[in-house]
T-cell receptor
Framework: GAVVSQHPSWVICKSGTSVKIECRSL??????MFWYRQFPKQSLMLMAT?????????EQGVEKDKFLINHASLTLSTLTVTSAHPEDSSFYIC??????????FGPGTRLLVL | KQEVTQIPAALSVPEGENLVLNCSFT??????LQWFRQDPGKGLTSLLL?????REQTSGRLNASLDKSSGRSTLYIAASQPGDSATYLC???????????FGKGITLSVRP
């Protein structure tokens, strides 16, 4: 199956700093990538839909100025958590969508904001 | 708004048992339904995808069924093994934009 990678796999940062998470589709081109957030014991919640070459579409309640998404190429999307606070601590997962409309998920990035 | 429910939240069974995991969704106008496996602290692994026109899909010891009209899907695991211990997530795509709506998952523990 198609492979999606994320970097870093985990990050610890101080409150107020910004963190960038990369999502790469390694063996397919993903015109659309999705960013999810998962809190402990909870389901994955879609944060935004990222389309290559255009602005991301954010779900209701997700601050676009806080969670900056860039999808500069068909294989790379980045999520930047700006001015991170402890409540932003979560597990962030991306997925890339193939031409066949199947989504493949990355391994996730665990963010801990102190 | 589509809602996906998975009950119970956790399940513990002895090794070798056949088991069924349930998933229900409120809006029957789905494009497809997917079952995923998530190991602790890890990403998602797709297990089975059922198109809206299909009734079931099989892969090895796994069989997933779909009843769109009643808004239900089941994941059948035959001859369970300790290695099957994980959280199983059900997700549906309702709109043309391929947005997945996830259930909270069922955490399965298979006892040796």
């Amino acid at each position: 199956g198609a492979v999606v990678s994320q970097h870093p796999s985990w990050v610890i940062c101080k409150s107020g700093t910004s963190v960038k998470i990369e999502c790469r589709s390694l063996d397919f081109q993903a015109t659309t990538m999705f960013w999810y957030r998962q809190f402990p014991k909870q389901s994955l919640m879609l944060m935004a839909t990222s389309n290559e070459g255009s602005k991301a579409t954010y779900e209701q309640g997700v601050e676009k100025d806080k969670f900056l998404i860039n999808h500069a190429s068909l294989t790379l999307s980045t999520l930047t958590v700006t001015s991170a606070h402890p409540e932003d601590s979560s597990f962030y997962i991306c997925s890339g969508r193939t031409i066949q409309e199947t989504q493949y998920f990355g391994p996730g990035t665990r963010l801990l904001v102190l | 708004k589509q809602e996906v429910t998975q009950i119970p939240a956790a399940l513990s069974v002895p090794e070798g048992e056949n088991l069924v995991l349930n998933c229900s969704f409120t809006d029957s106008a789905i494009y497809n339904l997917q079952w995923f496996r998530q190991d602790p602290g890890k990403g998602l692994t797709s297990l089975l995808l059922i198109q809206s026109s299909q009734r079931e899909q099989t892969s090895g010891r796994l069989n997933a069924s779909l009843d769109k009209s009643s808004g239900r899907s089941t994941l059948y695991i035959a001859a369970s093994q300790p290695g099957d211990s994980a959280t199983y997530l059900c997700a549906v795509i309702t709109g043309a934009n391929s947005k997945l709506t996830f259930g909270k998952g069922i955490t399965l523990s298979v006892r040796p």
